[in-house]
C-alpha cells in the first residue's frame, strides 16, 4: 500500500474532531476574512481594510485506535517507498486502545474558495463560498471498537451482556455560500462596540445519522450475536443510487438544502481617547485603532439542512433477534443491508422504512474571545467554543474548546503559540506562521514532533491578498492618507 493510500487510513482513523478551530487564522489583527468564522462583527476592527483568501484546514483526532510514537512520523508519508508497521495476528497499521471506557468522533474539514472582506469607514461587508465536512459521534462503547479490531472472535469479549445507551452520531457535507455584514454601533470616547451577522445559504450534498437509545447483547463465538433489545434509528441522504452504491447523476450533486445564521459583538476598549472621526475620507484612508482589549461574543453556524431528495429513515423500535452465522452475510449496497436488517427484526424487508424526509443541524456553538494588548506587537488572546443544540432534533455536534494564545504579529509575519484543552479534558500545544499572505499552522504540535503516540493529526493554511487600512492603491505612502485623532 503506498504513502496516499495510508493518508487516507489516517484520515479514516480520526474520527474524533474536538472542534477545530484555526486559532492563528481566526483571532489576530490581520486576517479579517477568517475572523468572520468565530465572530462576524471582527473584521471591523482589523487592520486590514480589504482581502481575499483562501483557505483550507483539516483536524481529526481518534481516542480508539493509534499508532506508537516511536513507530511513526507524519513526514514519513511524503516517501512513497514508506511501509507502515503492522500489529497483531491480523497485521493492522494500527492499535486499539481495549480499556473499558466511552469514545467520541468527530471530524471536520473546511475549504474556502474564496473569501472577501471590504471594510468602508463603520461598516464591513464580507462574501465567502466554502465546502465543509463534519462528522460527529457520542458515547461510543469500547467493546465495539474492540469487536471491529478484533472481529467476533475476540474471547475477553464473548459470552458478556453489553448495555449501551444514548448512542449518536452524525455526517454532513455542504457547500455554503454565505454573506456578512458588520457595522459600528458606538464609538465614544475609549470605547468601540461592534455588531454584524452573516447570512449563509447551505447546499447539502449528503447526510446520515444514527441514535441508539439502547442496545443490549451479547456475543456468544465469531458468528453468532444475540441482539436482545434493540432501539434505535437511522437515516441517510446521498446522490447515490441505493442498489448500486454509484453515483446517480440524475439525482443531482445536492440532496438537501437550508440555512445558517452567525451572531456577533465585539466591545473594543481603545489605549487612547477618540475625539472625533473623519467621516468624509476614503475607506483606505482610516487606520487601525489600538486598543487594550477586545472582547467579542458570538453565535456561530446556528442552522440546518432539509433532506427530501433521495432520503431515508428507518426505525428499529423494541426489536430483537438472535442472529446466527452473521459472518456469513455479505452486505452489498444499502437497499441490501436495510431490507436484510428489518427481514431480520420485523420479519418484513420494508417494515424499517418510516420516511422519506429529515432534517439536521450544524455545528452549532457559543463563543467568546478576549484579546489583551501587553506591549508592542505583543498579544494575548483567550477563546471558548461551547458546542450547543441546534435548530433540528438531529445534529452533527461540535466539540466544546478552550484556549489561551499569546502572539506577535507585524505587517509581515506573525506567530502563535496556542496552548488548548479540547472537550475540557484534552491539553493540546499548537502553532501557527505567518509570513506575508501565507499561513500554516496546527493545534497539535506534539504529533509533528513526534512527541507521544498518533491518535491523529491536524492543519491548516491560507493564502491571502490584503490592503492594510492607510494604504491606497496608487497613493503614495510617504504622506499620510489620514488618522483619526487620538488625544
Keep these: 500500500m503506498n504513502s496516499f493510500r495510508y493518508s487516507i487510513l489516517l484520515v479514516l482513523l480520526s474520527l474524533r474532531l474536538t472542534g477545530q478551530e484555526m486559532p492563528g487564522l481566526v483571532n489576530g489583527n490581520y486576517?479579517?476574512?477568517?475572523?468572520?468564522?468565530?465572530?462576524?462583527?471582527?473584521?471591523?476592527?482589523?487592520?486590514?481594510?480589504?482581502?481575499a483568501q483562501m483557505a483550507v484546514g483539516v483536524f481529526g483526532y481518534n481516542t480508539a485506535f493509534y499508532i506508537p510514537g516511536s513507530d511513526f512520523a507524519w513526514y514519513n508519508l511524503l516517501s512513497s517507498s514508506y511501509l507502515m508497521p503492522k500489529?497483531?495476528?491480523?497485521?493492522?497499521p494500527y492499535l486499539v486502545k481495549s480499556q473499558p471506557q466511552l469514545h467520541s468522533l468527530n471530524v471536520t474539514e473546511r475549504v474556502q474558495l474564496p473569501g472577501l472582506i471590504y471594510v468602508n469607514h463603520q461598516n464591513a461587508y464580507g462574501?465567502?463560498?466554502?465546502?465543509?465536512?463534519?462528522?460527529?459521534?457520542?458515547?461510543?462503547?469500547?467493546?465495539?471498537?474492540?469487536?471491529?479490531?478484533?472481529?467476533?472472535?475476540?474471547?475477553?469479549?464473548?459470552?458478556?451482556?453489553?448495555?449501551?445507551?444514548?448512542?449518536?452520531?452524525?455526517?454532513?457535507?455542504?457547500?455554503?455560500?454565505?454573506?456578512?455584514?458588520?457595522?459600528?454601533?458606538?464609538?465614544?470616547?475609549?470605547s468601540i462596540v461592534n455588531a454584524g451577522f452573516s447570512v449563509k445559504r447551505v447546499l447539502a450534498t449528503g447526510g446520515a445519522f444514527l441514535d441508539v437509545d439502547k442496545i443490549r447483547y451479547m456475543v456468544l463465538n465469531d458468528s453468532t450475536v444475540?441482539?436482545?433489545?434493540?432501539?434505535?434509528?437511522?437515516?441517510?441522504?446521498?446522490?447515490?443510487?441505493?442498489?448500486?452504491?454509484?453515483?446517480?447523476?440524475?439525482?443531482?450533486?445536492?440532496?438537501?438544502?437550508?440555512?445558517?445564521?452567525?451572531?456577533?459583538?465585539?466591545?473594543?476598549?481603545?489605549?487612547?481617547?477618540?475625539?472625533?472621526?473623519?467621516?468624509?475620507?476614503?475607506?483606505?484612508?482610516?487606520?487601525?485603532?489600538?486598543?487594550?482589549?477586545?472582547l467579542g461574543v458570538s453565535l456561530i453556524d446556528f442552522g440546518w439542512a432539509s433532506f427530501s431528495d433521495n432520503a431515508q429513515v428507518h426505525s428499529f423500535k423494541n426489536v430483537a433477534h438472535f442472529w446466527d452465522r452473521i459472518d456469513t452475510i455479505a452486505f452489498s449496497s444499502i437497499n441490501q443491508t436495510f431490507h436484510e436488517l428489518s427481514q431480520r427484526f420485523y420479519g418484513d424487508s420494508t417494515r424499517s422504512l418510516i420516511s422519506n424526509s429529515f432534517?439536521?443541524?450544524?455545528?452549532?456553538?457559543?463563543?467568546?474571545?478576549?484579546?489583551?494588548?501587553?506591549?508592542?506587537?505583543?498579544?494575548?488572546?483567550?477563546?471558548?467554543?461551547?458546542?450547543?443544540?441546534?435548530?433540528?432534533?438531529?445534529?452533527?455536534?461540535?466539540?466544546?474548546?478552550?484556549?489561551?494564545?499569546?502572539?506577535?504579529?507585524?505587517?509581515?509575519?506573525e506567530v502563535n503559540f496556542p496552548v488548548a484543552l479540547f472537550d475540557y479534558r484534552e491539553p493540546r500545544i499548537g502553532l501557527s506562521l505567518r509570513f506575508m499572505g501565507f499561513t500554516l499552522g496546527t493545534e497539535k504540535l506534539g504529533t509533528l514532533l513526534g512527541m507521544g503516540d498518533f491518535y491523529g493529526m491536524d492543519f491548516y493554511a491560507s493564502l491571502k491578498f490584503s490592503i492594510l487600512k492607510g494604504h491606497c492603491l496608487g497613493g503614495d505612502d510617504s504622506t499620510p492618507c489620514g488618522n483619526l485623532d487620538f488625544k
Design 226 to 294: 444475540d441482539i436482545r433489545s434493540l432501539n434505535a434509528e437511522f437515516g441517510l441522504s446521498l446522490p447515490i443510487d441505493y442498489n448500486s452504491n454509484e453515483y446517480n447523476s440524475s439525482q443531482g450533486l445536492f440532496t438537501g438544502s437550508g440555512f445558517s445564521v452567525d451572531l456577533g459583538v465585539t466591545f473594543i476598549r481603545t489605549l487612547r481617547e477618540v475625539k472625533r472621526m473623519n467621516m468624509g475620507r476614503a475607506a483606505c484612508e482610516w487606520r487601525f485603532v489600538p486598543y487594550r482589549y477586545r
Design 87 to 92: 500489529y497483531g495476528k491480523y497485521e493492522r
Design 31 to 51: 486576517q479579517p476574512t477568517a475572523s468572520v468564522w468565530i465572530n462576524p462583527s471582527s473584521p471591523l476592527h482589523g487592520k486590514p481594510w480589504f482581502e
Design 359 to 413: 432534517s439536521m443541524g450544524l455545528p452549532t456553538a457559543l463563543s467568546v474571545q478576549f484579546d489583551y494588548f501587553l506591549r508592542e506587537n505583543w498579544y494575548l488572546n483567550a477563546s471558548w467554543v461551547q458546542g450547543i443544540q441546534a435548530p433540528a432534533s438531529r445534529q452533527v455536534r461540535r466539540s466544546s474548546w478552550l484556549a489561551v494564545a499569546p502572539r506577535y504579529e507585524t505587517d509581515l509575519w
Design 127 to 190: 462574501f465567502h463560498l466554502a465546502l465543509r465536512t463534519a462528522v460527529s459521534g457520542r458515547r461510543l462503547p469500547y467493546e465495539a471498537f474492540n469487536f471491529a479490531y478484533f472481529d467476533l472472535g475476540y474471547p475477553p469479549q464473548q459470552y458478556v451482556e453489553y448495555t449501551d445507551y444514548d448512542i449518536s452520531a452524525a455526517a454532513l457535507n455542504w457547500f455554503e455560500l454565505g454573506l456578512t455584514y458588520a457595522r459600528t454601533v458606538r464609538y465614544k470616547r475609549y
